[in-house]
């Protein structure tokens, strides 16, 4: 059995049968180890035979699902579990292939001993929102003046084409595209 079982043990060919180790016939109890359980048999005319059955506890295995893990919206995940033989996630993940997270979850691994024995451990996955970043409106200015572009729905900026967010700068003759990105608090 597993530890943690419970086992009922039953003497069968007497009319009595007390079991050492604090067993009572037909009585369901949890062996902590692997232990031999010895059945004293009384017939109704006072005789009396010993036989003895071997219960052996298996340990559950020591699974561990892995560490928490905080990611932004749309990024890949893999999630490995470890302690055990096989592993059965919930929540459609499969043991060591990606996949992306749609929104905070936690995630339960059930591990199998090769000796079929199971357990199981959990680890959240923290899925942080995409910031919802703006450059600004398109602008038409003549050529000579100064542009101010700042983006706005995030924490920090980084433009392209060498600009800084919020600074004034005089672009050059012809349109130009600038893209802006956002990065959140969370990162």
């Known amino acids: 059995?597993?530890?943690?079982?419970?086992?009922?043990?039953?003497?069968?060919?007497?009319?009595?049968?007390?079991?050492?180790?604090?067993?009572?016939?037909?009585?369901?109890?949890?062996?902590?180890?692997?232990?031999?359980?010895?059945?004293?048999?009384?017939?109704?005319?006072?005789?009396?035979?010993?036989?003895?059955?071997?219960?052996?506890?298996?340990?559950?295995?020591?699974?561990?699902?892995?560490?928490?893990?905080?990611?932004?919206?749309?990024?890949?995940?893999?999630?490995?579990?470890?302690?055990?033989?096989?592993?059965?996630?919930?929540?459609?993940?499969?043991?060591?292939?990606?996949?992306?997270?749609?929104?905070?979850?936690t995630y339960t691994v059930t591990g199998t001993s090769a000796a079929g024995c199971i357990n199981t451990d959990q680890v959240v996955v923290t899925v942080n929102p995409l910031p919802t970043v703006n450059a600004g409106t398109d602008q038409t200015v003549c050529l000579g003046a100064t542009v101010t572009l700042s983006g706005s729905g995030a924490a920090t900026y980084t433009w392209d084409n060498g600009i800084t967010n919020g600074v004034a700068f005089t672009p050059t003759l012809g349109a130009t595209t600038y893209t802006i990105t956002g990065t959140s608090a969370a990162g």
Do not use: E, K, M, R
């Open 1 to 105: 059995v597993c530890a943690g079982t419970t086992v009922t043990l039953s003497g069968s060919g007497a009319a009595t049968y007390p079991w050492n180790n604090g067993v009572t016939n037909g009585v369901a109890f949890t062996p902590a180890a692997t232990t031999t359980y010895t059945v004293t048999g009384t017939s109704a005319a006072g005789c009396i035979n010993t036989d003895q059955v071997i219960v052996t506890v298996n340990p559950l295995p020591t699974v561990n699902a892995g560490t928490d893990q905080t990611v932004c919206a749309g990024t890949a995940v893999t999630l490995n579990g470890s302690g055990a033989a096989t592993y059965t996630w919930n929540n459609g993940v499969t043991n060591g292939v990606a996949f992306t997270p749609a929104a905070t979850t």
